[in-house]
Structure formats: structure tokens, C-alpha cells
């Protein structure tokens, strides 16, 4: 008995899945045989204590992103830290889960859109993990994964939670939400979610060959809306808390059908990105980056 536990104590951690959760989701339910986990990284600590465990069979790493307990702005995140751990752990797909406003009519509060296009607009976080002598340039044309991302979807149709199959997701810097100047900027430029995290996660895990899929849990109607000063705080804490019991349920569909080999090129997204002369990369930068760009360059 005790040999049996030592050697579970001394397992090596890992998992395949990765779920980021955001504003209203702190913790997945259903995980079976689970521990938590502080990973360190180059990069310093993720955001929090990762949670591992098995969820319909596949082996699964859950992060919440704000911290447990909503204790870290979008700007103060560390998103490198975040998507490194997940790369350490061997995880290949992110799913990933927030919560947005919406700049629609028709792109209603309590409704799921899987984001395929982000527009960047955040200006004080870093959202690469090169320099330090080496320089890559990963497209990104199509910022997530259209496999993961059909997964989503299919998966939310299969619960019953009304979603969008596709939209664009205009990343803010935050934390204060938009101007009445700004909301309407962003309805002329046609986006249809606005939140503050997705584009710097979206971005990273394509730059460590990660696949990133992410719901975008629709909150509120931005304050564009006529009836913006007429939604009361409590009605949009509803709807944060039922969009995170409708997420809780979409996730473990989508982990339960997520098919076991990846259909798509995010996992090698550095083939042809990385422009340094390998000879002249610095040592330090080769080991700091070891878990990504290790197998081009060592
Ligand atoms: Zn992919």
C-alpha cells in the first residue's frame, strides 16, 4: 500500500488537454483522481496552483486564469508562465473559456460564440515568448484551431447552449471597460465580442505549438446598448453564473469528443518560423526555450 502511494506521489505530471478557465470559472467539475500542482517556469509562476486529473478518460490540466478567487487583472496575468506550464505538462490542446460583451443585437447575453478572429489592442503585457537573441515570426492568419474550435461548437449544440460558430473578438488592455466613443468604434468596425484575454493567450499558444480553442461566454451587451443603464449588476452576475454552468457542461463534452489526433498544422507552427542563425542563439536562450523550440534547435 505504501509502495503504491509513493509511486503515485512520484508520478510524473502530465496531461493532454489543457482548460483555461476565466470570470465565473474557477474550477472544473468532474475531474476524478486529482492533485494540484505548482509549476515553475522560465517565465515565473502561472497564474495559479494547475489542477490535474482525469475527465471522461482523457487526462486533463485546469488553470484559472484570474487565480482562484478573481485576484489578478488581465494586464497583470502571466500569460507566458500560463502557456509554458501547460507546454511542460505535454499538453497539445487548450480550450479555453471567458467571459465577453457583446457588440450585436443579435449576439445575445447568455449565448456561446467560438471565437475564429481577435483583434489586438492591448499595449502594456508581452505577448511572445522570443528575443533574447532569437527572433520568429509564427503566422497567424487563423489565430485558433479549426478543429478544436468545431469541437466547441458541436459540443455546445450537443448541450443545448445556443452558439456562434464564428466572430471576432477585440482584446482590450482593460481594466476599465469600454468608452461609449470606444463601443461604438468597434460596432462600425463590425467586431462582435469584446474581452481582455484571449488575443495574448491565442497568441502564445501558437508560438509554442499549442492547439487554442476559447468560447466566448456572452455577459452583457457592451454599454452601446440602449438598455445598458437599465441591466442591473445582479442580472449579469446570473448570467455569468449560468454561462459558467452551461461551460462547465460544454467543456466535458468537448474533452469527452475531441478527437485523438490533431488535424491541423498548430503543431508546427515554428517549422519555418524561426529566422536566427541557430549558431548564433545564445546558450541561455536555447535552455530558456527548451520546451518549445528544442526539437529545431538544440
Ligand atoms: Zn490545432
Known amino acids: 500500500m505504501a509502495k503504491k502511494s509513493s509511486r503515485?506521489?512520484?508520478?510524473k505530471p502530465h496531461a493532454t488537454i489543457g482548460v483555461i478557465g476565466g470570470?465565473?470559472?474557477?474550477?472544473?467539475?468532474?475531474?476524478?483522481?486529482?492533485?494540484?500542482?505548482?509549476?515553475?517556469?522560465?517565465?515565473?509562476?502561472?497564474?495559479?496552483?494547475?489542477?490535474?486529473?482525469?475527465?471522461?478518460?482523457?487526462?486533463?490540466?485546469?488553470?484559472?486564469?484570474?487565480a482562484r478567487g478573481h485576484r489578478i487583472l488581465p494586464t497583470e496575468i502571466n500569460y507566458r508562465a500560463n502557456i509554458y506550464a501547460m507546454k511542460l505538462l505535454g499538453v497539445e490542446r487548450i480550450v479555453s473559456v471567458s467571459a465577453v460583451g457583446s457588440l450585436k443585437e443579435n449576439l445575445r447575453p447568455g449565448e456561446f460564440l467560438v471565437a475564429d478572429q481577435f483583434v489586438d489592442r492591448t499595449r502594456h503585457r508581452i505577448s511572445t515568448f522570443f528575443g533574447g537573441g532569437l527572433v520568429a515570426h509564427v503566422t497567424f492568419d487563423k489565430p485558433t484551431c479549426g478543429q478544436v474550435s468545431r469541437v466547441l461548437a458541436d459540443a455546445s449544440v450537443h448541450c443545448g447552449v445556443p452558439?456562434?460558430?464564428?466572430?471576432?473578438?477585440?482584446?482590450?488592455?482593460?481594466?476599465?471597460?469600454?468608452?461609449?466613443?470606444?463601443?461604438?468604434?468597434?460596432?462600425?468596425?463590425?467586431?462582435?465580442?469584446?474581452?481582455?484575454?484571449?488575443?495574448?493567450?491565442?497568441?502564445?499558444?501558437?508560438?509554442?505549438?499549442?492547439?487554442?480553442?476559447?468560447?466566448?461566454?456572452?455577459?452583457?451587451?457592451?454599454?452601446?446598448?440602449p438598455d445598458h443603464e437599465s441591466v442591473t449588476?445582479?442580472?449579469?452576475?446570473?448570467?455569468?453564473?449560468?454561462?459558467?454552468?452551461?461551460?462547465?457542461?460544454?467543456?466535458?463534452?468537448?474533452?469527452?469528443?475531441?478527437?485523438?489526433?490533431?488535424?491541423?498544422?498548430?503543431?508546427?507552427?515554428?517549422?519555418?518560423?524561426?529566422?536566427?542563425?541557430?549558431?548564433?542563439?545564445?546558450?541561455?536562450?536555447?535552455?530558456?526555450?527548451?520546451?518549445?523550440i528544442g526539437k529545431y534547435i538544440s
Open 233 to 292: 449588476g445582479a442580472q449579469i452576475m446570473a448570467t455569468l453564473q449560468q454561462n459558467a454552468e452551461n461551460a462547465q457542461k460544454v467543456l466535458r463534452e468537448a474533452i469527452k469528443s475531441m478527437p485523438e489526433h490533431r488535424e491541423c498544422k498548430c503543431g508546427s507552427a515554428l517549422a519555418h518560423a524561426l529566422i536566427t542563425d541557430p549558431k548564433l542563439v545564445p546558450r541561455a536562450t536555447k535552455v530558456k526555450l527548451g520546451a518549445i
Open 163 to 225: 452558439v456562434h460558430r464564428k466572430g471576432t473578438y477585440i482584446c482590450m488592455e482593460g481594466p476599465q471597460f469600454s468608452t461609449l466613443a470606444e463601443a461604438h468604434m468597434h460596432r462600425k468596425m463590425e467586431f462582435d465580442v469584446i474581452g481582455m484575454t484571449n488575443v495574448t493567450e491565442a497568441k502564445l499558444a501558437r508560438e509554442a505549438e499549442l492547439c487554442y480553442g476559447t468560447i466566448a461566454m456572452i455577459t452583457d451587451y457592451d454599454c452601446w446598448h
Open 23 to 66: 470570470s465565473g470559472l474557477y474550477a472544473m467539475q468532474g475531474l476524478t483522481d486529482t492533485r494540484e500542482i505548482r509549476v515553475k517556469t522560465p517565465f515565473g509562476d502561472p497564474s495559479d496552483a494547475l489542477v490535474l486529473g482525469t475527465l471522461e478518460g482523457k487526462q486533463v490540466a485546469f488553470l484559472a486564469r484570474h
Open 8 to 11: 503515485k506521489l512520484h508520478r
